[in-house]
């Protein structure tokens, strides 16, 4: 197998000890990108001389017997709308074409720290707004199991890049299961952590209370090396979670006993495709075989779930977005007449149709006679939806549903149905709204050869209980097959 098919964890070891080295693996990356970017188009930036050098310099540490982390020398993609410094963030947005930023986000730095090899930034939909990747003002990224089909969103480069070999590891953002979401669809493994647990200083923000950063990977053990180095508490941000972290890497356990699954009712209903279904709960069953037990349970709330989160995101993006107004940075209109017609015609040209969607959206459900009917009411239901995860996991250690109703969907099907586009977050937007962790790993593939993914949601900060719930899954499933481009 070249270098660039193998998992995080196996390149990890070799390169320690130095059975291959940093550049060889870096190379062996990019010889792949140039085979396959034009069928996926996973990227928006290359830095391929940067990663060389990084790649270079790691090599030299390791020879001098310097002892790094297990992360040192591993090829990574980055989703674009994490911000690093002198490298384009552009958001997949002709408003940010042509932006480089000034500073680091934390998880950058902490990468830096670490070691890994940046290859590039990664494509997505525009502001992190879609499910599909095809909301990018650049190109639509192609899922590699299907390049007629979609890799989902809005972390779509993030998930076919990895699948695809392009990247070993993978960081996106999760705002409604934007992780998660087109792991799924790409057959790889995502985890959106505990809001609060990785900081999001420099991500550029879509709904703040909503967004948070996380890893994609080959394997569980990928995720959990991933995880333990980008997490921890973050003076630059607020909403950071001061605590003790674990190495989730090395607290893997491969053992189901006594494991307490909950499969709430609600996710296996109406729109969720038969042989999905199946497939999750054939999953269910196996860890049920080897000593979990399994027990159904309600989370009626989750019928609104949608609703709420679509008023929620759209009415912080609304507010977010209102710095992109072409004084300080990013597009300006060219021909405008005041300073009125400069912003609107920079806001209109500068934007894709989806973002500005939802920033009407969210500017409507804002406006005064229709906060109490809209905004509030979604707020409410918000707690609810809280209470009662916090009621079922009294009740079960880990609860079990589809991540996505369907399997990926072609290119261009969903776009002019936006409803429909939304649909295909039914299952994973609770989980952003509660602020809980929750992770996507393959569970099969249906009659077409797509994957299917099964989503393992926790109760706050329980990522270790859901990594050791998906790492024994994953050992008891064998090999998934790989996408073959």
Request: hydrophobic residues 40%.
């Amino acid at each position: 197998m070249e270098l660039y098919g193998k998992n995080a964890a196996e390149l990890s070891a070799m390169l320690k000890n130095r059975e291959i080295s940093s550049v060889e693996l870096t190379e062996s990356v990019f010889r792949r990108i140039d085979e396959t970017e034009e069928k996926i188009n996973a990227y928006v930036t290359l830095d391929r001389e940067n990663a060389l050098k990084s790649a270079a310099e790691i090599d030299a540490r390791r020879a001098a017997g310097e002892e790094l982390s297990p992360l040192a020398g591993i090829v990574m993609g980055i989703k674009d709308n994490i911000s690093t410094k002198g490298l384009a963030t552009t958001c997949a947005s002709k408003m940010l074409a042509d932006y480089k930023p000034p500073f680091n986000a934390t998880v950058m730095d902490k990468l830096a720290a670490a070691g890994v090899v940046v290859a590039g930034k990664l494509n997505m939909d525009e502001f992190a707004m879609g499910s599909s990747t095809e909301t990018s003002y650049f190109k639509p990224t192609k899922n590699p199991y299907d390049t007629d089909r979609i890799p989902g969103g809005s972390s779509g480069g993030s998930a076919a890049a990895v699948a695809a070999g392009e990247a070993v590891l993978a960081l996106g953002s999760d705002t409604g299961g934007s992780i998660r979401q087109p792991a799924a669809y790409c057959g790889v493994v995502g985890l959106k952590p505990t809001y609060g647990a990785v900081s999001r200083f420099g991500l550029v923000a879509f709904a703040s209370s909503l967004d948070q950063i996380g890893p994609i990977g080959k394997t569980v053990e990928d995720v959990a090396m991933l995880q333990t180095a980008i997490c921890g508490h973050d003076r630059m941000d607020a909403t950071s979670a001061r605590r003790e972290y674990p190495d989730y890497f090395r607290g893997l356990e491969n053992n189901a006993q006594g494991l307490k699954i909950g499969i709430p009712k609600e996710y296996f209903g109406d729109g969720i495709d038969g042989e999905v279904k199946q497939k999750i709960m054939d999953a269910v069953k196996l860890l049920e075989k080897n000593g979990a037990s399994v027990k159904e349970i309600s989370l009626p709330s989750a019928d609104y779930a949608l609703s709420s989160y679509y008023i929620i995101s759209s009415a912080e993006a609304s507010s977010n977005l209102a710095r992109y107004d072409g004084v300080r940075y990013g597009y300006r209109a060219e021909n405008y007449d005041g300073l009125i017609d400069m912003y609107e015609k920079t806001r209109s040209e500068g934007f894709g149709d989806e973002v500005k969607r939802r920033i009407m959206l969210g500017t409507f459900v804002l406006s005064s006679g229709f906060f109490d009917a809209y905004y509030k009411k979604a707020k409410l239901l918000q707690r609810r939806i809280s209470a009662e995860f916090s009621d079922a996991f009294g009740e079960v250690d880990v609860i079990a549903t589809p991540t996505v109703p369907t399997t990926a969907f072609r290119i261009g099907e969903n776009t002019d149905d936006p409803l429909k586009m939304y649909a295909t977050d039914i299952c994973t937007v609770t989980v952003n709204i509660a602020g809980l962790p929750a992770l996507s790993v393959p569970c099969g593939c249906d009659s077409k050869g797509l994957p299917v993914g099964l989503q393992l949601i926790g109760g706050k900060f329980t990522e270790q209980r859901l990594l050791n719930a998906a790492y024994t899954y994953e050992h008891l499933r064998g090999g998934f097959p790989a996408a073959v481009i």
